[in-house]
């Protein structure tokens, strides 16, 4: 069986945690391949909702397996957190969920690196979610990180202590207080130990054998394409491989052994933090867009910017995942709207283009939009395609004619049940 990939192709906050829950049961396996705590997956049915950090989507479906893979970053003490909450939903998550012995560990000093990196930034910084992300990457990539399996190890407090030591001369450097690491580290120490109820495995071997075995895997992206760190806007990105490739080497899969690359975006964009947005709205439609769509971050509550839909953008994330089916969320948000506007071109030191050029933080992009008419009809109600209004169905006709993928799935609503499959 081939592992298929669903990750977003803007900015993040798609909706993915929303579909990777409707598309569960035809899965045996849900793994997370990147990211960490950064990520904020928001998941509602029966009334309730749940936000997810570390854990995959698939949690909240009987007879699932939740891998969480090598290539992510795991803040024991959010884990902590959302095994917790899990508890309370009565999933039993040491049945459900599995650790890669080869993810890597955030410490409360990567927290506090991330923290004094973004102060010394001023006006630059990247607007990070400050969990830690970029510092442990970069001990992942210097080879100085700590690893779930290395928990296990005798040497375990020895191992810790160098890296936080010289965390410690990084942050004398930065003049950062650190205080607090002393309750911090009491903290982390303990929701390492209530970590060790949770398996940890050799996740590569794992999938892989689920795989021969014939068992169907669905890996779960965090963050968005545009937020990658090879191909995001640079440096306002992640510090991960967004893209379906961080799926090969965030879970051991081969190239050859990825079936289907679900990439969802909204019928909009959003962006939380800093860096370029080229159709960004500044004017009531942004507003309504903000209000309708509640655009508040899942992880850290901040306002989400929100522009119009970008198709340059949007081809670039497909061409580069390889994108078989689209998924659009978020249609509904748009239904009091007159007209829509969709950037198809920008404009860009004298010359009009259809794709992201390579420098968008120095020189602006200026969008180039087609108005299409707005569908003004409410849709969260809708069950069903035949539903749907002409406009909202010309909308997504135009996004595949230009994006050359089918849409496959149209979200509706928040909710496990606004979920539209197309033929
Ligand atoms: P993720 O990070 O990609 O999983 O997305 P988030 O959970 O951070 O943000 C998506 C937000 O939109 C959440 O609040 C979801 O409940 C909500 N959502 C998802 N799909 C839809 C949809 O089709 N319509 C509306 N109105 N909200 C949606
Ligand atoms: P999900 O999985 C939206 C953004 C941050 C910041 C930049 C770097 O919920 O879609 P980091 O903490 O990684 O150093 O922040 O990336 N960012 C996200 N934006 N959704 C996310 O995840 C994000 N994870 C990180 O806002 O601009
Ligand atoms: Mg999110």
């Not at 794709?355 to 409410?378: M, T, V």
């Amino acid at each position: 069986m081939k592992v298929d990939v669903l990750l977003g192709l803007q900015w993040g906050d798609e909706g993915k945690g929303k579909i990777v829950d409707v598309l569960t049961p035809e899965y045996d396996m849900i793994s997370r391949f990147q990211g960490g705590p950064n990520a904020g997956h928001t998941l509602i049915f029966n009334n309730t909702k749940h936000v997810l950090h570390t854990i995959p989507s698939g949690v909240f479906r009987e007879d699932t397996e939740n891998v969480i893979g090598n290539g992510v970053v795991i803040d024991p003490v959010i884990f902590k957190s959302e095994i917790a909450n899990l508890k309370q939903a009565d999933v039993a998550v040491e049945k459900v969920i599995l650790i890669s012995k080869k993810a890597h560990l955030i410490l409360p000093t990567h927290r506090m690196l991330d923290a004094a990196s973004e102060q010394a930034k001023g006006k630059g910084k990247i607007g990070s979610t400050l969990k830690g992300i970029g510092p442990t990457y970069m001990d992942k990539t210097g080879r100085n990180g700590l690893r779930v399996g290395d928990t296990e190890a005798d040497n375990f407090k020895e191992q810790y202590d160098t890296l936080k030591n010289k965390h410690l001369a990084l942050l004398s450097h930065y003049d950062f207080d650190t205080t607090a690491l002393a309750d911090l580290e009491k903290e982390w120490f303990a929701a390492v130990e209530e970590m060790k109820a949770i398996p940890f495995i050799d996740s590569e071997h794992h999938v892989n054998r689920a795989r021969v075995a014939g068992k169907r895997i669905l890996a779960e992206g965090a963050q968005g394409s545009l937020l990658d760190i090879d191909f995001g806007s640079y440096p306002f990105v992640t510090s991960s491989n967004t893209i379906a490739a961080g799926a090969c080497t965030g879970l051991g899969i081969a190239p050859g052994n990825i079936g289907e690359v679900y990439g969802i975006f909204k019928a909009y964009c959003t962006r939380v933090g800093s860096g370029p947005f080229p159709t960004e709205l500044f004017d009531d439609n942004g507003k309504e867009l903000a209000e309708k769509g509640h655009e508040f971050g899942a992880t850290t509550g901040r306002p989400r910017r929100c522009g119009w839909l970008d198709l340059p953008a949007l081809k670039y994330a497909t061409m580069l995942n390889g994108v078989t089916q689209l998924i659009m969320t978020k249609a509904d948000v748009m239904s009091d709207m007159d007209t829509i506007q969709v950037c198809t071109h920008y404009k860009y030191r004298g010359k009009v283009i259809d794709y992201l050029p390579y420098d968008i933080c120095n020189f602006e992009a200026e969008p180039i939009y087609k108005e299409i008419s707005g569908w003004k009809a409410d849709l969260t109600g809708v069950s069903s395609a035949d539903q749907f209004p002409s406009q909202l169905n010309d909308y997504i006709a135009f996004i595949e004619k230009e994006v050359g993928v089918p849409v496959k799935i149209v979200s509706v609503g928040p909710d496990r049940e606004q979920t539209i499959i197309l033929d």
